[in-house]
Nanobody, 121 residues
Framework: QVQLVESGGGLVQPGGSLRLSCAAS????????MGWYRQAPGKERELVAVMPGRENTRYLESVKGRFLISRDIAKNTVFLDMNSLKPEDTATYYC???????????????WGQGTLVTVSS
């Protein structure tokens, strides 16, 4: 059984910063990628940042230069450092991992429970 446990959400003023963390646990053979999505009320879930590897990290256009994704591979953990936060960044943020449970098996998507980020004065 694989679990993704997120932490770090909360209320922050515009211009502030937050750090989200997501730790994956369970029987995991290998990762394809880990990343973050978000979903605001009444909107579809969107990709915020994904890190297949150091060379091909991708970001949502509106967060480029403000958000930074990083990984601690040894601890199966992914982070999202969010700076210069704006009210439009308000959403529930979900951790995603595309991983393989055992050799020779396929890769599947796993999701965290979500952590709410509210940017408001």
């Amino acid at each position: 059984q694989v679990q993704l446990v997120e932490s770090g959400g909360g209320l922050v003023q515009p211009g502030g910063s937050l750090r989200l963390s997501c730790a994956a646990s369970g029987t995991i053979f290998s990762f394809n990628h880990m990343g973050w999505y978000r979903q605001a009320p009444g909107k579809e879930r969107e990709l915020v940042a994904v890190m297949p590897g150091r060379e091909n990290t991708r970001y949502l256009e509106s967060v480029k230069g403000r958000f930074l994704i990083s990984r601690d591979i040894a601890k199966n953990t992914v982070f999202l450092d969010m700076n210069s936060l704006k009210p439009e960044d308000t959403a529930t943020y979900y951790c995603n991992a595309h991983l393989q449970l055992a050799p020779g098996t396929g890769f599947s998507d796993y999701w965290g429970q979500g952590t709410l980020v509210t940017v408001s004065s």
